[in-house]
Nanobody, 121 residues
Framework: QVQLAESGGGLVQPGGSLRLSCAASGSILSIVTMGWYRQAPGKQRELVAGITSSGSTNYADSVKGRFTISRGNAKNTTWLQMDSVKPEDTAVYYC???????????????WGQGTQVTVSS
């Protein structure tokens, strides 16, 4: 019913920049929050950045000052601008959305397929 399409992952050198994109489509009344998570092998998935429908943002301490999350005017798209990347940023990055759908109370979480980000010289 709801699909999140991600793009923008790839190989980047330390100190470089990368921009991830995510677009939600399907049976959507509203999206309360959108965010980006990442997961490295052997580690738990962690929140990188989130943004509400009103534009409030929050970031993991490890990416503050380096990453910026934004949201489109239609509120069904989000971007993660990654600057000054470090090798420890290497992970699979997943887009997440908390969606209010027709006939549903509250929100349901949806996830993108994940996009690999590799930071290496």
């Amino acid at each position: 019913q709801v699909q999140l399409a991600e793009s923008g992952g790839g190989l980047v050198q330390p100190g470089g920049s990368l921009r991830l994109s995510c677009a939600a489509s399907g049976s959507i009344l509203s999206i309360v929050t959108m965010g980006w998570y990442r997961q490295a092998p052997g580690k738990q998935r962690e929140l990188v950045a989130g943004i509400t429908s009103s534009g409030s943002t929050n970031y993991a301490d490890s990416v503050k000052g380096r990453f910026t999350i934004s949201r489109g005017n239609a509120k069904n798209t989000t971007w993660l601008q990654m600057d000054s990347v470090k090798p420890e940023d290497t992970a699979v990055y997943y887009c997440n959305a908390a969606v209010v759908g027709r006939g549903v109370l509250g929100t349901l979480p949806y996830w993108g397929q994940g996009t690999q980000v590799t930071v290496s010289s």
